[in-house]
């Protein structure tokens, strides 16, 4: 090759490599301090784009386990209510089952008949007030009683504008089609929690639980001669009681209340599965979410050791460059030499 003051090549050369020297050595520094192997779209863009889906994926399914973790306490929570439900109803069957013998007078039938009264308002209250985070209530239903003849009959109890009743503006578990809970990262991982039927069922069976005891008069008379009453108050009552009436009432509440209890079990039992369902849907989720973090990390992460031998390559690389790179630059002055 040709000496040339104008055309220094060995020195173009130098530079050209110390540029590509400079270059993986600030790209093994860069890896090395972010810790990431894609830094940009520039350095992957397939495997940015392959990592993007992967981070996405996986938020979602974070996001999921948070879901079906809050859909567990709120199963708890319902299914903690008709525990003491239970509980409620097996003192009343008890208290049912006492009034229900002969040995029994008024006085005690009457006390055993006010608890049973008392029961039967909390189990009321606790399908109407059990709630779940702000406010939210689990059973709770809220309508307009529609009009309802009632006949009139021996141990029974005909209230005005009483009778079947239509509820709308359901909430909670008795809202139809139930609850949906988000228990994955796409719109199809859903799971329906529809337990309505039974929850208006027990809502009527506790409705229709009647008293175990009535001390009304006892109205005898020919049924050929009756008097006609107008009662236009919803609080005035008709009560045809016979007198051996007070041992069937509380027979007739003992299979009431096996009915109800058979239907509680029956939901606790639904909510028990939901239950166990979400918790092997979490383990699923962590499971995969643990091997699509893991997947992203190979597409994503650095490898230090590698990195870090780039980076003592390249720095020696530079400085082996920059000697060769001013050696290269005296040759231009070495042409002088000859004009002497």
Do not use: C, W
Request: glycine fraction near 8%; aromatic fraction near 4%; proline fraction near 0%.
């Amino acid at each position: 090759m040709a000496l040339s003051i104008h055309t220094n090549y060995a020195s173009l050369v130098t530079q050209n490599q110390l540029g590509k020297t400079n270059s993986m050595l600030s790209t093994a520094m860069e890896r090395l301090g972010t810790g990431l192997r894609i830094n940009s779209a520039a350095d992957d863009a397939a495997g940015l784009q392959i990592a993007v889906r992967l981070q996405s994926q996986s938020n979602g399914q974070q996001v999921a386990m948070r879901n079906a973790q809050d859909a567990i306490s709120m199963l708890q929570t319902a299914e903690g209510a008709f525990d003491e439900i239970t509980n409620i109803t097996h003192r009343m069957k008890d208290l049912a089952t006492q009034a229900s013998n002969s040995t029994n007078g008024d006085t005690e039938r009457k006390s055993l008949n006010d608890e049973f009264q008392q029961l039967k308002a909390e189990l009321g209250n606790i399908l109407g007030n059990t709630e779940y985070g702000s406010g939210n209530k689990l059973f709770a239903s809220t309508g307009t009683p529609a009009t309802a003849a009632v006949a009139a009959s021996v141990g029974t109890t005909s209230v005005a504008a009483s009778g079947v009743v239509t509820f709308s503006n359901q909430e909670g578990f008795a809202a139809a089609n139930g609850l949906n809970f988000q228990i994955g990262a796409s719109t199809s991982e859903r799971m329906n929690v529809d337990v309505s039927d039974l929850i208006n069922d027990i809502s009527a069976r506790i409705d229709t639980l009647g008293a175990i005891f009535n001390n009304e008069t006892v109205v005898t008379g020919n049924a050929n001669n009756y008097d006609t009453q107008s009662y236009d108050s919803a609080t005035d009552t008709i009560t045809i009681v016979a007198g051996t009436g007070n041992e069937s009432m509380a027979l007739a509440a003992m299979d009431n209340l096996d009915a109800l209890l058979s239907e509680v079990g029956d939901l606790r039992g639904q909510f028990g599965a939901s239950i166990n369902r979400l918790d092997h849907t979490i383990n699923n989720l962590g499971n995969m979410n643990q091997n699509i973090e893991l997947s992203k990390g190979r597409i994503m992460d650095a490898d230090f050791a590698s990195e870090s031998s780039s980076m003592t390559k390249n720095q020696m690389l530079m400085q082996s460059g920059m000697s060769v790179l001013s050696n290269a630059n005296q040759i231009s002055g070495m042409v002088t030499s000859l004009l002497r």
